[in-house]
């Protein structure tokens, strides 16, 4: 059997304000194009299908399109929710959507989905994000504090379901397991982590066959049978140099006979670039980046006025803008007391304009203007 891992498509997100349905339905066209040429039989999302609990009408209509040309394309399809769905919204229809080849599983009743291929039955388990709140009242007989609590009793249950049964198995899950750090980026959120106490060990994951993860943006091997596809878009400006893509698993007679890497088409590279407003508008060393998305980091000693106008005019899709000077005035030492005393009130504005313009003093007409207008209000407290 040949299977397609994918994961966090995030249909209907937005990159800086700009929306990304045109760009992803380009990319799983592509998606279908794969499945085609590599004759893969099942296309797996593990989770994070939409990108929120209540999708647009375009959203929704697009991820339709997308499944059906999926299924056109002669591939069965297995999708778990992941924590930005709503898993009641996602798997409405659920019953119906199976009878055609879309099996949907957003509840942690842990019964595969099994399907055949010449060698026997492939059991595929759906993990979708699992709350533990929320479980404590279904699985009453373990702690159920954290989502290494709820996805290890969730693998433990997964492991005694297929002891009853023959065949080779999939799981699909949707968490933060230990080892994928590196790979984390700035788009992923909602599931917060501290010293790694809320983080799944890889070995949560032994007794199946191979283990499709979601969560991460960044494609991740964990262990040979565990790994994260990424999302096939970029959805932040940190997932810049991360491959787009999923990946092509081949079940044999005996499990796992092999993994390989297909990409994706991106449809506008990320760039991030550094210097003065002046070297960005003019160094020939950023031409490439005049068709990307642009992430423009500005290092002059003071913040340049109208800054991204001016990049927009070079750099068409500059969608983001940090100031950053390369050398920092720090007075902060310094308390604001010790800053205005003794001072005239000319001089303590003129410190005022030095700290928030990182140590760059009033030009001589701010000075003359400074002079004017406290002068005005000095009179107008003596008179």
């Known amino acids: ?59 929704v209509e697009l991820l339709n399109q997308a499944l059906l040309r999926l299924r056109e394309a002669d591939a069965t399809l297995v999708i778990t929710s992941g924590n930005h769905d709503s898993p009641a919204r996602l798997g409405t229809m659920a019953e119906f959507a199976a009878a055609a080849g879309v099996h949907v599983v957003t509840r942690p009743h842990l019964m595969p989905v099994t399907l055949t291929d010449a060698h026997g039955p492939v059991h595929f388990y759906g993990i979708p994000f699992l709350e533990p709140a929320r479980l404590r009242h279904v699985w009453t007989d373990v702690p159920m504090r954290t989502q290494r609590d709820a996805v ?69 091997t964990l262990a040979e049978h565990v790994r994260y596809s990424g999302a096939p878009l970029h959805y932040s400006f940190s997932e810049a140099a991360k491959p787009r893509g999923g990946w092509l698993v081949d079940l044999d007679a005996q499990g796992l006979a092999g993994v390989e890497w297909l990409d994706l088409p991106v449809p506008r590279p990320l760039s991030v670039i550094r210097g003065t407003l002046d070297e960005l508008l ?91 207008v406290v002068g005005e209000r000095r009179a107008r407290v003596t008179s």
């Open 152 to 220: 290890g009793h969730a693998m433990q249950l997964v492991r005694d379901d297929l002891a009853e049964r023959d065949g080779r198995s999939v799981v699909l899950a949707h968490t933060f397991v230990q080892g994928a750090d590196g790979e984390s980026c700035d788009s992923e959120r909602d599931i917060v982590t501290v010293g790694g106490v809320d983080k799944v060990p890889v070995p949560a994951f032994d007794g199946v066959d191979y283990a499709a993860l979601g969560h991460i943006h960044g494609r991740a």
């Open 282 to 372: 003019s160094d020939t060393t950023h031409t490439a980046a005049e068709q990307h998305w642009v992430s423009a980091v500005i290092t002059d000693a003071s913040r340049p006025l109208d800054a991204m106008r001016k990049l927009q005019q070079r750099f068409p899709a500059c969608a983001h803008l940090e100031f950053r000077p390369d050398t920092v005035h720090d007075d902060r030492a310094d308390s604001y007391a010790s800053l205005v005393r003794g001072r005239t009130d000319e001089e303590v504005v003129e410190a005022f304009l030095v700290r928030v313009r990182n140590g760059e003093g009033p030009t001589d007409d701010e000075i003359e203007l400074i002079d004017e």
């Open 1 to 59: 059997m040949r299977i397609l891992h994918t994961s966090d498509w995030h249909v209907g997100r937005t990159f800086h304000g700009h929306s990304t349905l045109e760009a992803l339905d380009g990319v799983l066209e592509a998606m279908v194009g794969l499945v085609e040429q590599h004759a893969v039989d099942v296309v797996l999302v593990a989770g994070d299908v939409y990108d929120s609990s209540t999708p647009s009408a375009a959203a």
